[in-house]
């Protein structure tokens, strides 16, 4: 799914939950905008 697409996300995941086997940690992790940034060490 993309959130861009959809007019409201959390109806549309609520709505997938009786479909698709959905847990609440599914639903928070789809709340992120964007994965977390990869922090790479300084060399000197």
Known sequence: ???EKVDNV???LDALRD???LTD???AGSKRSAPAPIVLPRFR
């Open 25 to 27: 940690d599914d639903i």
């Open 19 to 21: 479909v698709v086997d």
């Open 10 to 12: 959390q109806q549309t």
């Open 1 to 3: 799914m993309m959130p």
